[in-house]
T-cell receptor
Framework: DTGVSQDPRHKITKRGQNVTFRCDPI?????LYWYRQTLGQGPEFLTY????????KSRLLSDRFSAERPKGSFSTLEIQRTEQGDSAMYLC??????????????FGSGTRLTVV | AQSVTQLGSHVSVSEGALVLLRCNYS??????LFWYVQYPNQGLQLLLK??????LVKGINGFEAEFKKSETSFHLTKPSAHMSDAAEYFC????????????FGAGTTVTVRA
């Protein structure tokens, strides 16, 4: 169990550029979640997958954001035409489908995005 | 509607003193409740969770929390603070068995005075 891995750890980009983040969940976890955390706030839910199916999306996920989990393993989160308001920590988490409450959610270390 | 409210955005305690972090939730059904800790520039680490078993939940690093349905609360305590407890703490709720996402409070930053 190597935990949830996120890449890159830090990303600085110019406004208007596209960025893509990757998350590798714990191998036996078939649910994967994306959250966004701005400074001084708690994480806010963006979207989640069960296997390759995207089952729920927050209204925070504007049309500039897209997430995929093509093979039910790793996931990518892409932000197109980045804006300064997109600057945040993007956290990925994973969990088992059954017994999620008992097993809990494991979070990665996050990708910190800075849009300049 | 706010699902989780953490009272006090910042708590300062002396080393060896009691740590008490307050969390109230709003849910019409018994929720699943979690406390996470976050150190600077790191992800979230689970401290403990309530999943409708014992109302007093013991977690890692000497923390525990008590679920009180009548007060819709899930306060986090530690009898004796250590310098390494300085971090940000988040209360989170999963509102029902059919809702798999977590809703987080705004967080409480704990500083520990020597």
């Amino acid at each position: 169990d190597t935990g949830v891995s996120q890449d890159p750890r830090h990303k600085i980009t110019k406004r208007g550029q596209n960025v893509t983040f990757r998350c590798d969940p714990i191998s036996e976890h078939n649910r994967l979640y994306w959250y966004r955390q701005t400074l001084g706030q708690g994480p806010e839910f963006l979207t989640y997958f069960q296997n390759e199916a995207q089952l729920e999306k927050s209204r925070l996920l504007s049309d500039r954001f897209s997430a995929e989990r093509p093979k039910g393993s790793f996931s990518t989160l892409e932000i197109q035409r980045t804006e300064q308001g997109d600057s945040a920590m993007y956290l990925c988490a994973s969990s088992r489908a059954s017994g999620t409450a008992n097993y809990g959610y494991t979070f990665g270390s996050g990708t910190r995005l800075t849009v300049v | 509607a706010q699902s989780v409210t953490q009272l006090g955005s910042h708590v300062s305690v002396s080393e060896g003193a009691l740590v008490l972090l307050r969390c109230n939730y709003s849910s019409s059904v018994p929720p699943y409740l979690f406390w996470y800790v976050q150190y600077p520039n790191q992800g979230l680490q689970l401290l403990l969770k309530y999943t409708s078993a014992a109302t007093l939940v013991k977690g890692i690093n000497g923390f525990e929390a008590e679920f009180k349905k009548s007060e819709t609360s899930f306060h986090l305590t530690k009898p004796s603070a250590h310098m390494s407890d300085a971090a940000e703490y988040f209360c989170a709720v999963r509102l029902s068995s059919n809702d798999y996402k977590l809703s987080f409070g705004a967080g409480t930053t704990v500083t520990v005075r020597a």
